[in-house]
Protein backbone atom coordinates (compact mmCIF):
# COMPACT_ATOMS: atom_id res chain seq x y z
CA UNK A 1 0.00 0.00 0.00
CA UNK A 2 1.45 3.38 -1.06
CA UNK A 3 2.08 6.26 1.26
CA UNK A 4 -0.60 8.20 -0.03
CA UNK A 5 -3.42 5.40 -0.34
CA UNK A 6 -2.39 5.59 3.25
CA UNK A 7 -3.03 9.42 3.63
CA UNK A 8 -6.61 8.54 1.82
CA UNK A 9 -7.69 6.11 4.41
CA UNK A 10 -6.69 8.02 7.43
CA UNK A 11 -9.00 11.00 5.85
CA UNK A 12 -11.87 8.61 5.67
CA UNK A 13 -11.29 7.92 8.88
CA UNK A 14 -10.82 11.49 10.53
CA UNK A 15 -11.96 14.87 9.07
CA UNK A 16 -9.49 16.26 10.80
CA UNK A 17 -11.76 19.02 11.93
CA UNK A 18 -12.29 19.54 15.86
CA UNK A 19 -15.85 18.91 16.56
CA UNK A 20 -16.39 22.49 17.65
CA UNK A 21 -15.58 22.97 13.65
CA UNK A 22 -18.46 21.12 12.59
CA UNK A 23 -21.96 21.68 11.12
CA UNK A 24 -23.84 20.78 13.68
CA UNK A 25 -26.06 19.41 10.59
CA UNK A 26 -23.20 17.89 8.86
CA UNK A 27 -22.93 13.74 8.85
CA UNK A 28 -20.16 13.93 11.27
CA UNK A 29 -21.57 15.67 13.95
CA UNK A 30 -24.69 14.20 13.37
CA UNK A 31 -23.15 10.72 13.86
CA UNK A 32 -21.72 11.86 17.04
CA UNK A 33 -25.22 13.27 18.12
CA UNK A 34 -26.76 9.94 17.96
CA UNK A 35 -24.26 7.77 19.14
CA UNK A 36 -24.12 10.04 22.63
CA UNK A 37 -28.34 9.43 22.66
CA UNK A 38 -27.90 5.55 21.68
CA UNK A 39 -25.49 5.10 24.28
CA UNK A 40 -27.51 6.83 26.93
CA UNK A 41 -30.97 5.17 26.01
CA UNK A 42 -28.98 1.86 26.57
CA UNK A 43 -27.04 3.32 30.30
CA UNK A 44 -30.65 4.01 31.10
CA UNK A 45 -32.59 1.74 29.81
CA UNK A 46 -34.79 4.22 28.54
CA UNK A 47 -37.95 2.79 26.92
CA UNK A 48 -38.61 3.09 23.19
CA UNK A 49 -41.97 5.66 23.85
CA UNK A 50 -39.40 8.40 25.40
CA UNK A 51 -37.66 10.65 23.89
CA UNK A 52 -34.39 12.41 24.61
CA UNK A 53 -33.32 15.32 23.72
CA UNK A 54 -30.26 17.42 24.23
CA UNK A 55 -30.90 21.45 24.61
CA UNK A 56 -29.75 24.63 26.40
CA UNK A 57 -31.09 26.57 29.31
CA UNK A 58 -29.80 24.17 32.13
CA UNK A 59 -32.55 22.41 34.53
CA UNK A 60 -33.72 26.44 35.26
CA UNK A 61 -34.92 26.63 32.01
CA UNK A 62 -37.09 23.14 32.26
CA UNK A 63 -38.45 24.91 35.30
CA UNK A 64 -40.57 27.21 32.92
CA UNK A 65 -40.29 24.14 30.21
CA UNK A 66 -42.28 21.79 32.19
CA UNK A 67 -45.80 24.07 32.94
CA UNK A 68 -45.47 25.68 29.23
CA UNK A 69 -45.35 21.83 27.98
CA UNK A 70 -47.50 19.79 29.96
CA UNK A 71 -49.98 22.64 31.02
CA UNK A 72 -52.34 25.94 30.00
CA UNK A 73 -52.45 28.69 32.04
CA UNK A 74 -55.64 27.99 34.08
CA UNK A 75 -54.54 24.45 34.84
CA UNK A 76 -53.49 23.22 37.87
CA UNK A 77 -49.86 21.23 38.89
CA UNK A 78 -48.60 19.53 42.18
CA UNK A 79 -44.87 20.59 43.60
CA UNK A 80 -43.34 18.15 46.59
CA UNK A 81 -40.56 20.33 47.73
CA UNK A 82 -38.30 19.01 49.76
CA UNK A 83 -34.90 21.76 49.29
CA UNK A 84 -33.93 24.62 47.57
CA UNK A 85 -33.89 23.54 44.13
CA UNK A 86 -37.97 22.41 44.33
CA UNK A 87 -38.54 25.72 45.66
CA UNK A 88 -37.34 27.44 42.52
CA UNK A 89 -39.01 24.94 40.21
CA UNK A 90 -42.26 26.26 42.38
CA UNK A 91 -41.81 29.48 41.76
CA UNK A 92 -41.10 29.19 38.16
CA UNK A 93 -43.85 27.02 37.56
CA UNK A 94 -45.87 30.08 39.48
CA UNK A 95 -45.40 32.16 36.72
CA UNK A 96 -47.01 30.03 33.98
CA UNK A 97 -49.79 28.04 35.95
CA UNK A 98 -53.22 30.13 37.89
CA UNK A 99 -53.11 26.93 40.04
CA UNK A 100 -49.92 25.61 41.53
CA UNK A 101 -49.99 23.60 44.85
CA UNK A 102 -47.18 23.05 47.02
CA UNK A 103 -48.68 19.34 47.86
CA UNK A 104 -46.02 18.77 50.78
CA UNK A 105 -42.77 19.90 51.46
CA UNK A 106 -40.27 19.45 54.23
CA UNK A 107 -39.75 22.32 56.76
CA UNK A 108 -36.20 21.74 57.76
CA UNK A 109 -35.19 20.02 54.49
CA UNK A 110 -34.10 17.29 56.12
CA UNK A 111 -36.33 14.66 55.00
CA UNK A 112 -38.67 13.74 52.03
CA UNK A 113 -42.96 13.82 53.44
CA UNK A 114 -44.20 10.48 53.34
CA UNK A 115 -46.58 10.52 49.89
CA UNK A 116 -49.53 9.10 52.27
CA UNK A 117 -49.34 13.17 53.54
CA UNK A 118 -49.58 14.84 50.28
CA UNK A 119 -52.50 16.67 49.24
CA UNK A 120 -52.63 16.61 45.66
CA UNK A 121 -54.96 18.05 43.40
CA UNK A 122 -57.16 16.23 40.95
CA UNK A 123 -56.80 16.51 37.69
CA UNK A 124 -53.59 18.30 38.30
CA UNK A 125 -51.66 17.70 34.93
CA UNK A 126 -48.49 17.09 36.63
CA UNK A 127 -46.60 17.06 39.66
CA UNK A 128 -43.31 18.03 40.10
CA UNK A 129 -40.70 16.59 42.23
CA UNK A 130 -36.65 17.12 42.61
CA UNK A 131 -35.29 13.57 42.91
CA UNK A 132 -32.32 14.39 44.31
CA UNK A 133 -32.29 17.77 46.40
CA UNK A 134 -28.04 18.66 45.26
CA UNK A 135 -28.05 21.62 48.42
CA UNK A 136 -29.72 20.22 51.06
CA UNK A 137 -28.45 16.25 50.12
CA UNK A 138 -31.65 15.07 49.93
CA UNK A 139 -33.07 11.77 48.34
CA UNK A 140 -36.28 10.23 47.56
CA UNK A 141 -35.55 6.91 48.81
CA UNK A 142 -38.52 5.60 46.53
CA UNK A 143 -40.47 6.76 43.42
CA UNK A 144 -43.37 8.10 44.48
CA UNK A 145 -46.97 7.10 42.68
CA UNK A 146 -48.61 9.32 40.80
CA UNK A 147 -51.66 7.12 39.09
CA UNK A 148 -52.18 8.24 35.70
CA UNK A 149 -51.15 12.34 36.41
CA UNK A 150 -47.45 12.07 34.84
CA UNK A 151 -44.97 12.99 37.34
CA UNK A 152 -41.26 15.05 36.36
CA UNK A 153 -38.73 15.29 38.12
CA UNK A 154 -35.11 17.14 38.27
CA UNK A 155 -32.48 14.52 38.41
CA UNK A 156 -30.10 17.00 37.52
CA UNK A 157 -27.66 15.60 40.16
CA UNK A 158 -28.80 12.09 40.21
CA UNK A 159 -28.55 10.72 36.52
CA UNK A 160 -26.49 8.20 36.39
CA UNK A 161 -25.29 7.54 40.07
CA UNK A 162 -27.95 4.60 40.11
CA UNK A 163 -30.59 3.00 37.89
CA UNK A 164 -33.48 5.13 37.40
CA UNK A 165 -36.54 3.15 36.19
CA UNK A 166 -37.76 5.98 33.40
CA UNK A 167 -41.30 4.35 32.66
CA UNK A 168 -42.26 6.10 36.73
CA UNK A 169 -41.87 9.18 35.23
CA UNK A 170 -43.73 11.57 32.13
CA UNK A 171 -40.38 13.60 32.09
CA UNK A 172 -37.12 13.40 33.19
CA UNK A 173 -34.31 16.57 33.12
CA UNK A 174 -30.95 16.97 34.26
CA UNK A 175 -28.36 20.22 33.57
CA UNK A 176 -25.29 18.38 32.25
CA UNK A 177 -22.91 19.92 34.72
CA UNK A 178 -23.28 17.07 37.63
CA UNK A 179 -23.01 14.06 36.17
CA UNK A 180 -22.91 14.04 32.04
CA UNK A 181 -20.60 16.46 31.11
CA UNK A 182 -20.13 20.47 30.56
CA UNK A 183 -22.35 23.07 31.92
CA UNK A 184 -24.36 24.52 28.62
CA UNK A 185 -26.35 21.19 27.77
CA UNK A 186 -29.87 19.86 29.69
CA UNK A 187 -31.15 16.64 28.31
CA UNK A 188 -34.76 15.59 28.82
CA UNK A 189 -36.31 12.57 28.70
CA UNK A 190 -39.84 12.61 27.44
CA UNK A 191 -42.45 10.22 27.25
CA UNK A 192 -43.97 10.09 23.71
CA UNK A 193 -47.30 10.86 24.57
CA UNK A 194 -47.22 14.13 26.35
CA UNK A 195 -45.13 16.06 23.36
CA UNK A 196 -47.95 17.97 21.17
CA UNK A 197 -49.26 19.53 24.63
CA UNK A 198 -47.19 22.57 24.76
CA UNK A 199 -49.32 26.15 24.79
CA UNK A 200 -49.09 28.17 21.42
CA UNK A 201 -46.37 30.86 23.15
CA UNK A 202 -43.91 28.62 24.43
CA UNK A 203 -40.76 29.68 23.17
CA UNK A 204 -39.45 27.43 19.92
CA UNK A 205 -36.06 26.34 22.18
CA UNK A 206 -37.82 24.81 25.37
CA UNK A 207 -40.89 22.89 23.33
CA UNK A 208 -40.91 19.53 23.62
CA UNK A 209 -42.39 18.82 20.54
CA UNK A 210 -40.33 20.66 18.39
CA UNK A 211 -36.92 19.61 19.38
CA UNK A 212 -38.12 16.16 19.09
CA UNK A 213 -39.40 16.97 15.50
CA UNK A 214 -36.01 17.84 14.49
CA UNK A 215 -33.66 16.12 17.02
CA UNK A 216 -32.67 19.02 19.20
CA UNK A 217 -31.76 20.36 15.99
CA UNK A 218 -33.75 23.31 15.59
CA UNK A 219 -31.45 25.57 16.26
CA UNK A 220 -27.70 25.06 16.87
CA UNK A 221 -26.93 22.92 19.76
CA UNK A 222 -24.34 23.29 22.26
CA UNK A 223 -22.20 20.41 20.00
CA UNK A 224 -19.03 20.49 22.31
CA UNK A 225 -20.93 19.70 25.34
CA UNK A 226 -22.96 17.30 23.40
CA UNK A 227 -20.21 15.30 22.27
CA UNK A 228 -18.22 15.13 25.90
CA UNK A 229 -21.21 13.90 27.18
CA UNK A 230 -20.95 10.92 24.45
CA UNK A 231 -17.58 10.44 25.77
CA UNK A 232 -18.64 10.54 29.32
CA UNK A 233 -21.54 7.72 28.42
CA UNK A 234 -18.97 5.70 26.65
CA UNK A 235 -16.72 6.35 30.22
CA UNK A 236 -19.50 5.12 32.70
CA UNK A 237 -20.55 2.44 29.94
CA UNK A 238 -16.63 1.21 30.60
CA UNK A 239 -16.98 1.26 34.27
CA UNK A 240 -19.75 -1.48 33.69
CA UNK A 241 -23.26 1.05 33.86
CA UNK A 242 -25.10 2.71 36.16
CA UNK A 243 -25.61 -0.32 38.27
CA UNK A 244 -21.73 -0.74 38.78
CA UNK A 245 -21.55 2.95 38.86
CA UNK A 246 -24.33 2.62 42.02
CA UNK A 247 -22.60 0.25 44.23
CA UNK A 248 -19.33 2.82 44.05
CA UNK A 249 -21.37 5.41 44.99
CA UNK A 250 -23.00 3.35 47.63
CA UNK A 251 -19.58 2.56 49.31
CA UNK A 252 -18.47 6.21 48.83
CA UNK A 253 -21.73 7.42 50.62
CA UNK A 254 -21.94 4.77 53.61
CA UNK A 255 -18.05 5.42 54.62
CA UNK A 256 -18.56 9.07 54.58
CA UNK A 257 -21.99 9.21 56.85
CA UNK A 258 -20.42 6.63 58.75
CA UNK A 259 -17.33 8.76 59.25
CA UNK A 260 -19.43 11.70 60.63
CA UNK A 261 -22.42 9.89 62.49
CA UNK A 262 -19.60 8.25 64.96
CA UNK A 263 -17.50 11.53 64.97
CA UNK A 264 -19.79 13.71 67.33
CA UNK A 265 -17.90 16.33 66.32
CA UNK A 266 -19.39 16.18 62.29
CA UNK A 267 -22.86 16.11 62.07
CA UNK A 268 -25.58 15.42 58.83
CA UNK A 269 -29.08 16.58 59.63
CA UNK A 270 -30.83 14.18 56.78
CA UNK A 271 -33.16 11.62 58.02
CA UNK A 272 -30.79 7.91 56.90
CA UNK A 273 -33.32 7.10 54.63
CA UNK A 274 -33.23 9.91 52.63
CA UNK A 275 -29.60 10.59 52.89
CA UNK A 276 -27.98 11.65 49.12
CA UNK A 277 -25.62 9.31 47.54
CA UNK A 278 -24.19 12.60 45.50
CA UNK A 279 -24.12 14.89 48.27
CA UNK A 280 -23.01 14.73 51.70
CA UNK A 281 -23.75 18.05 53.81
CA UNK A 282 -22.25 18.27 57.46
CA UNK A 283 -21.41 20.96 59.76
CA UNK A 284 -18.55 20.79 62.98
CA UNK A 285 -19.28 21.29 65.99
CA UNK A 286 -18.54 24.80 66.72
CA UNK A 287 -19.21 26.94 63.83
CA UNK A 288 -16.11 29.07 63.90
CA UNK A 289 -13.95 25.97 62.86
CA UNK A 290 -15.86 26.10 59.66
CA UNK A 291 -13.74 28.76 57.94
CA UNK A 292 -10.45 26.72 59.44
CA UNK A 293 -11.89 23.52 57.90
CA UNK A 294 -12.32 25.09 54.56
CA UNK A 295 -8.75 26.42 54.66
CA UNK A 296 -7.02 23.51 56.37
CA UNK A 297 -9.03 21.26 53.72
CA UNK A 298 -7.64 23.03 50.97
CA UNK A 299 -4.16 22.89 51.82
CA UNK A 300 -4.67 19.68 51.57
CA UNK A 301 -5.53 19.23 48.15
CA UNK A 302 -9.49 18.88 49.00
CA UNK A 303 -10.83 21.56 47.60
CA UNK A 304 -14.34 22.82 46.70
CA UNK A 305 -15.82 21.70 49.73
CA UNK A 306 -18.21 24.82 51.12
CA UNK A 307 -21.50 24.20 51.25
CA UNK A 308 -24.11 26.39 49.37
CA UNK A 309 -24.10 30.02 50.00
CA UNK A 310 -27.52 29.83 50.91
CA UNK A 311 -27.03 27.08 53.71
CA UNK A 312 -23.57 26.86 54.55
CA UNK A 313 -21.60 24.92 56.40
CA UNK A 314 -19.72 22.11 54.27
CA UNK A 315 -21.32 19.85 51.46
CA UNK A 316 -18.91 17.14 49.76
CA UNK A 317 -20.10 16.47 46.41
CA UNK A 318 -19.38 12.79 45.43
CA UNK A 319 -20.27 13.05 42.38
CA UNK A 320 -19.43 9.63 39.45
CA UNK A 321 -15.90 11.51 38.51
CA UNK A 322 -15.22 11.69 42.47
CA UNK A 323 -12.87 8.28 43.00
CA UNK A 324 -13.72 6.44 46.06
CA UNK A 325 -10.23 7.24 47.42
CA UNK A 326 -11.28 10.70 46.93
CA UNK A 327 -13.59 10.45 49.75
CA UNK A 328 -11.43 8.23 51.55
CA UNK A 329 -8.69 10.99 51.68
CA UNK A 330 -11.14 13.23 53.14
CA UNK A 331 -12.60 11.25 55.68
CA UNK A 332 -8.84 10.78 56.66
CA UNK A 333 -8.41 14.47 56.80
CA UNK A 334 -11.93 15.07 58.64
CA UNK A 335 -10.31 12.60 61.56
CA UNK A 336 -7.28 14.45 61.66
CA UNK A 337 -8.66 17.52 62.29
CA UNK A 338 -10.84 16.46 64.67
CA UNK A 339 -7.85 14.75 66.40
CA UNK A 340 -6.89 18.63 66.35
CA UNK A 341 -9.89 20.99 67.06
CA UNK A 342 -12.13 18.75 68.75
C1 LIG B 1 -27.55 22.21 39.74
C2 LIG B 1 -29.01 21.98 39.82
C3 LIG B 1 -29.93 22.84 39.20
C4 LIG B 1 -29.51 24.08 38.45
O1 LIG B 1 -29.13 23.73 37.19
P1 LIG B 1 -28.81 24.82 36.05
O2 LIG B 1 -28.41 23.94 34.92
O3 LIG B 1 -27.70 25.68 36.57
O4 LIG B 1 -30.05 25.59 35.78
C5 LIG B 1 -31.28 22.53 39.28
N1 LIG B 1 -31.70 21.44 39.94
C6 LIG B 1 -30.85 20.61 40.56
C7 LIG B 1 -31.37 19.40 41.26
C8 LIG B 1 -29.48 20.85 40.51
O5 LIG B 1 -28.62 20.02 41.13
Given at each position: MSRSTNRRETAKLATGMSVME????GSDFIRIAESAEARLRELMAIPEDYRVLFLQGGATGQFAAVPMNLSAQDAAADYVITGMWGKRAHAEGAKFLDRVNVAASSNPSTYVPPQDEWRLTPGADYVHITLNETIQGVRFATVPDTGAVPLAADVSSIILSEPIDVSDFGVLYAGAQKNIGPSGLVVVIVREDLLGRARATTPLVWNWFENAKSGSMLNTPPTYAWYIAGLVFDWVAGQGGVAAMAEVNGRKAAKLYAAIDQSGFYANPVAPANRSLMNVPFTVAQPDLEPVFLAEARAAGLVNLEGHRSVGGMRASIYNAMPEAGVEALIDFMKEFETRHG
Open positions: MSHR
